[in-house]
C-alpha cells in the first residue's frame, strides 16, 4: 500500500511538472509533430518470418513524414530516430518536450503466439481495461530492459517492468492530453477500417512508457500483427507501408486542421 501511495504521489507531482512544461510561449511557432519509430539497433521488437519490427515501423515512419512535410508546410518534424539505433525510452520523451512537441506519434507492430490475431490498433495513455491490453504495454515497455541500469534512472521513478501496478498508475500523467490524444487516436483507426485492408481492432488504453512523460497529447500506433501472414504481407510490402502511412496521414491531416491555429496561441 505505502508503494502504491508513492506512485500516486509521484505521479501527481509529475503531473504538476506537466503543467509547467506545456506553458511555454508558442507564438509564432511551427505545429511540430514528433514521428516516433518503436525498438531500434540492438532491441529488434517483434519478429515474424524473417521480419523485425524495428525495420517496418521506420520505413512506415519515414513515409509518414515524407507525406506531412510534402503536403504541409507549417509542420516541423522531429523523428526520435530515423537509422537503426537503439533509443531508450526515456530518450525518446526527452526529444519529444524538448522539440516543444504538439503531437507524438509512435508506430509499432503487434506480436501474439496466436498467429490468427490480426488487426491495428491505436493506444492512448491510460489503464488497461483487461490482460490483453496490458500485455500490449508490457510487452512494448520491455525495450526498458535493454537499457544500461534502467533501475537508476530517475526518469523512470523506479519503475518495474514486472509490476502490474506500475502499469496501471501510468494513466495519472496523461489525463491532461487525453481528450485530443482520443481524437487522433480514433481518426486514425477510423482511417484503417475505411482506406486499408487491415482491421482497425479500435481505440484503447494501457500504460506505456513511451507515452509517460510525452508533455503532449500522445498516441501509439500498432499497425498490424507481424506474427499474422495478412498483416505481415501488408507491412512489409512497399505499398502496404504507404496505404499505412497514408492512412496515419490522414488522421494527422485533420487533427492538424482542428488544432494548428491553436498552437499559435
Excluded: C
Excluded at 10 to 29: G, P, R, W
Excluded at 45 to 61: P, R, T, W, Y
Amino acid at each position: 500500500m505505502k508503494k502504491t501511495l508513492s506512485w500516486i504521489l509521484l505521479a501527481s507531482a509529475v503531473i504538476h511538472a506537466a503543467f509547467l512544461d506545456v506553458s511555454y510561449n508558442k507564438q509564432d511557432k511551427k505545429f511540430t509533430v514528433i514521428i516516433d519509430p518503436g525498438h531500434g539497433g540492438k532491441d529488434p521488437g517483434g519478429q515474424s518470418a524473417g521480419f523485425n519490427e524495428k525495420d517496418v515501423v521506420l520505413a512506415v515512419g519515414k513515409k509518414l513524414g515524407k507525406l506531412i512535410s510534402d503536403s504541409l508546410n507549417n509542420v516541423n518534424i522531429v523523428f526520435t530516430r530515423e537509422k537503426d539505433v537503439f533509443i531508450e525510452l526515456s530518450e525518446r520523451s526527452k526529444i519529444a518536450n524538448k522539440a516543444n512537441g504538439d503531437l507524438f506519434i509512435s508506430i509499432h507492430s503487434n506480436a501474439n503466439d496466436n498467429s490468427a490475431a490480426e488487426g491495428t490498433e491505436t493506444f492512448v495513455m491510460g489503464t488497461h481495461k483487461n490482460e490483453g491490453w496490458l500485455a500490449v504495454a508490457k510487452r512494448e515497455n520491455a525495450s526498458i530492459l535493454l537499457e544500461a541500469d534502467y533501475q537508476h534512472n530517475e526518469s523512470y521513478g523506479g519503475f518495474d517492468p514486472n509490476s502490474p501496478v506500475g502499469h496501471i498508475i501510468f494513466s495519472l500523467y496523461q489525463n491532461a492530453f487525453i481528450t485530443k490524444s482520443l481524437e487522433i487516436a480514433e481518426d486514425v483507426e477510423n482511417e484503417f477500417q475505411n482506406h486499408t485492408s487491415l482491421k482497425s481492432r479500435g481505440v484503447k488504453q494501457a500504460g506505456f512508457l513511451v507515452l509517460w512523460k510525452t508533455s503532449m497529447p500522445s498516441v501509439l500506433v500498432e499497425i498490424g500483427f507481424l506474427t499474422n501472414p495478412k498483416d505481415r504481407a501488408s507491412m512489409t510490402s512497399e505499398h502496404g507501408q504507404e496505404k499505412i502511412a497514408l492512412a496515419i496521414f490522414q488522421a494527422f491531416k485533420k487533427y492538424y486542421a482542428n488544432n494548428q491555429a491553436k498552437s499559435s496561441k
